[in-house]
C-alpha cells in the first residue's frame, strides 16, 4: 500500500494550510493510500548549527523533533508539503525545516507535492521555494489544472477557496496514484551526489584553457 505523508509548515495548529493538506490527504486515503499527518507547530526544530556530520550519519545530531520526521518522510512514497506564506516566503518554520532536512534526508523517487495560502501576495515566491526544494531532492512533481495556491486570513476562510479545495483534492489523488506506482515496482533511483572537485568556482566558470 502506498504512504501517503503530509507536512504542514504553518505555525498556527487546524490553519487553512493544514486544511488544504489535510483535504489532499483525505482524498489519498479514499484512493487507497496510508496517509499520516504532520503540523511543525507540534514539533521542536531548532535552527541548524552547520554541525556538517548529518550527511555521513543519516540523521540529525540535534535532539530534537526533526529526525522523527525524517523517519517517517524516509517510509513515505509521497510527500505533500504546505505553508502560509509570510512576507513573500515560506514561515520561518517550514525554511528551518528544509534547511535541516535538505541536508541528509534522501527523498530522490518519492512524489512530492506542495501547496501555499497567500492572504494577498507572495504566493509565487513562496511555493517556488517549495518546488526548488523538491526538484533539487530529486523528487517526481505531478502537475494539476489549478495553481497550488490558496487565498485566506482567517482561520476556515481557506473553505470559501473552492478552486484550492478542489486543487488540493485533486493533487491528493494524483499524489495517491504515482506513490502506488512507485510501491508497487519502485523506481531504480540511486543518490549520485556531485564530486566536490565538480562544482563550479563562481567567478572563474567564465575561464577557458590557454
Known sequence: MARVLGISGSNR??????????????AAEEFGADIDFIEIADVEITPCKHGLNCYELGRCIQNDGLNSIIEKMSKAHGIIFGSPVHYS???SQMK???DRAGRFAHLEGKVGAAFVVARK???DT???????FMLVKEMIIPGGVSWPIGFALN??????DMEAMRMAE????RVAALSDIIAK??????????????????????????
Open 13 to 26: 495548529q487546524g490553519g487553512n494550510t493544514s486544511t488544504l493538506v489535510e483535504t489532499a490527504l483525505k
Open 89 to 91: 516566503s515560506v514561515t
Open 96 to 98: 528551518n525545516f528544509i
Open 121 to 123: 501576495s507572495g504566493a
Open 126 to 132: 513562496a511555493l517556488n521555494q517549495l518546488i526548488f
Open 155 to 160: 482561520v476556515g476562510d481557506i473553505r470559501n
Open 170 to 173: 485533486q493533487t491528493g489523488r
Open 185 to 210: 515496482l519502485p523506481v531504480p533511483w540511486h543518490y549520485e551526489p556531485r564530486p566536490p572537485d565538480e562544482k563550479t568556482r563562481f567567478g572563474d566558470e567564465w575561464r577557458t584553457a590557454d
